[in-house]
């Protein structure tokens, strides 16, 4: 066994040790194994986790999930170390310059009167910084790891600030229902359905942008919603569901939606 004392009050430094512990021979076999391509998921669910904990004010969990995303910091940046790549602090010092350059409004000359100008430092000190000469460029460097929705969201919103955006929801709308007809024509000539698909969400997120509505979180209620009904369609049912024609099933979800208001 490996020689750790733990403490009343564990720091960063801790956290290090303990993972470099795990790594190291005569550590956690399972730990040992992993590289950045193994445990890539992780990461993704651990932010997610600590996402949802957010969503639900939920404080204590918060602080668990983020030590969870954490973790996950420290772990890939141990992989990196052991193959001479950077280190823990090397990510640290990253940071720490990163911020201090994008905030010219705080740390350098330049002035920022509220939030909006602020963004458009950062924007304008990230796009010299990655030498992003255009917005093809900025748009480009948007990471293709997000949720469709996000990105799309993320894609739009950098178009718009170069001017290339509608003035308000109505032709956004418009663009709405019109990708609808196409995707209607796709799926009868049984040709570009993705494509199309693809296009008709990407309109509704553009739609949704408008009205001020998040795409992605939009989605997630509905899907919270779906799985309310579902469950009061299943309470309410007499017979197995897949013993119920197309009408039952829908005067029952008609009922779960009654339920509701």
Known sequence: MVNFQMKENCTINDL?????????????????????????????????EAADAIDHMDMDNLKEE???????????ARIAQEAGQFTFDDVADGICKKLVYRHPHVFGTADAR????????????????????????????V????????????????????????????????????????LKAAVREDSNVEE??????????????FAGVDGEQALQRACEKF???????????????????????????RRAKEEET
Not at 121 to 137: C, L, P, S
Request: aromatic share 6%; with cysteine.
């Open 143 to 182: 990471a293709r790891a997000l949720p469709a929705l996000t990105r799309a969201a993320k894609l739009q919103g950098k178009a718009a600030k170069a001017g290339f955006d509608w003035k308000d929801v109505s032709p956004a709308l418009d663009k709405l229902s019109e990708e609808l007809e196409e």
């Open 196 to 209: 199309e698909l693809g296009d008709l969400l990407f309109a509704a997120v553009k739609a949704g942008r």
């Open 66 to 76: 983020l030590g969870d995303v954490l973790l996950q910091v420290v772990f890939h």
């Open 16 to 48: 290090l040790r303990i993972m470099e512990l795990l790594r190291a021979p005569g550590g956690c076999p399972w730990d040992r194994a992993q590289t950045h391509q193994s445990i890539r998921a992780n990461m993704l669910e651990e932010a997610y």
């Open 114 to 141: 509220d939030g909006s100008e602020a963004l458009a430092a950062w924007d304008a000190q990230k796009r010299a910084e990655k030498g992003q000469k255009t917005t093809a460029d900025a748009l480009d460097s």
């Open 227 to 253: 799985i309310r009904r579902f469950r009061t369609v299943e309470r309410l049912a007499e017979e197995p569901l897949d013993r119920m024609d197309v009408p039952a099933l829908e005067a029952l979800w």
